[in-house]
């Protein structure tokens, strides 16, 4: 399977920490983007980082790109409750318009 | 701007029935993909149409099917359905081909008994 790896898995953390979650891919890959899904809902798109490009930021999201390692990272910075939710990495890896999802880090924040 | 939209929201079928999902994208969106959600495969590809035509199609059996009319809108249709075929399908829409950000709708929750 092309699928994508993130970990962990699950993460729990207090409303103010940071929260990060790693995400690894398996060929190569024009771009990534980070999508998030809150419980059973679509998805949303929150960043796309592109092969040639080492760090992005958005807001309180800061993405990292390592082509070598074939892994990325997206770190949520002074997380709040508001972003609990479950967050996916996606790359191009499938051909255009076919994105191939990794397996998802669900992610509680708590008051 | 209206988002992407999904019909229904859920349904529920026996197996061997068949099942026909609707999607209505953004306005202006002329590419259309589906993608199916389960707990244990994730989230995986079924097709994406572009002006009416399948451009990409994932590893699915023949029973997935789908269309796309001259407004952009988009079916899907699963005959003969199985209990695995339970999941939330999900629609997403671009502007073109040219652009890679999906913007989805809320899905469908089919559930099969």
């Known amino acids: 399977s092309q699928q994508g790896e993130e970990d962990p898995q699950a993460l729990s953390i207090q409303e103010g920490e940071n929260a990060t979650m790693n995400c690894s891919y398996k060929t190569s890959i024009n771009n990534l983007q980070w999508y998030r899904q809150n419980s059973g809902r679509g998805l949303v798109h929150l960043i796309l980082?592109?092969?040639?490009?080492r760090e992005k930021h958005s807001g309180r999201l800061r993405v990292t790109l390592d082509t070598s390692k074939k892994s990325s990272s997206l770190l949520i910075t002074a997380s709040r409750a508001a972003d609990t939710a479950s967050y996916f990495c996606?790359?191009?890896?499938?051909?255009?318009?076919?994105?191939?999802f990794g397996t998802g880090t669900r992610l509680l924040v708590s008051p | 701007k209206a988002g992407v939209t999904q019909t229904p929201r859920y349904l529920i079928k026996t197996r061997g029935q068949q099942v026909t999902l609707s999607c209505s994208p953004i306005s202006g969106h002329r590419s259309v993909s589906w993608y199916q959600q389960t707990p244990g495969q994730g989230l995986q590809f079924l097709f994406e149409y572009f002006s009416e035509t399948q451009r990409n199609k994932g590893n699915f059996p023949g029973r997935f099917s789908g269309r796309q009319f001259s407004n952009s809108r988009s079916e899907m249709n699963v005959s003969t359905l199985e209990l695995g075929d339970s999941a939330l399908y999900l629609c997403?829409?671009?502007?073109?081909?040219?652009?890679?950000?999906?913007?989805f709708g809320s899905g469908t929750q089919l559930s099969v008994l």
């Open positions: 996606a790359t191009d890896a499938g051909g255009f318009q076919k994105l191939v």
């Open positions: 980082i592109r092969s040639n490009e």
């Open positions: 997403a829409s671009s502007p073109d081909r040219g652009q890679e950000k999906l913007f």
